[in-house]
């Protein structure tokens, strides 16, 4: 994690093992300015169909889209409510 005199960030990532179907990286992380007080979430993926799943290639690349899309209101939701219970 970075963090410096105005931003407080936290962020995690992991990659596929060697065998699976899609080789590659995921990266969420969380950027708070301490300056403006908002919050900055990012999501950054790069993979690579291997072997015969890339015949299903578009069909992945339209959940990771549609997963791209949805990530920042589902995280959103899930703080309302943590956010409500405590």
Same mark, same amino acid.
Request: with cysteine; proline share 3%; hydrophobic share 35%.
């Given at each position: 994690?970075?963090?410096?005199?105005?931003?407080?960030?936290?962020?995690?990532?992991?990659?596929?093992?060697?065998?699976?179907?899609?080789?590659?990286?995921?990266?969420?992380?969380?950027?708070?300015?301490?300056?403006?007080?908002?919050?900055?979430?990012?999501?950054?993926?790069?993979?690579?169909?291997?072997?015969?799943?890339?015949?299903?290639?578009?069909?992945?690349?339209?959940? !990771?889209?549609?997963?791209?899309? !949805?990530?920042?209101?589902?995280? !959103?939701?899930?703080?309302?409510?943590?956010?409500?219970?405590?």
């Amino acid at each position: 994690d970075e963090s410096t005199e105005s931003n407080r960030i936290r962020s995690f990532a992991f990659g596929t093992l060697r065998g699976h179907a899609k080789a590659g990286v995921e990266r969420f992380g969380i950027r708070w300015d301490l300056i403006t007080n908002e919050v900055h979430y990012e999501v950054r993926a790069v993979s690579c169909p291997v072997g015969i799943t890339r015949l299903a290639s578009p069909i992945a690349r339209h959940y !990771q889209t549609t997963f791209h899309r !949805q990530s920042p209101g589902a995280l !959103q939701a899930a703080l309302a409510s943590y956010s409500s219970s405590v």
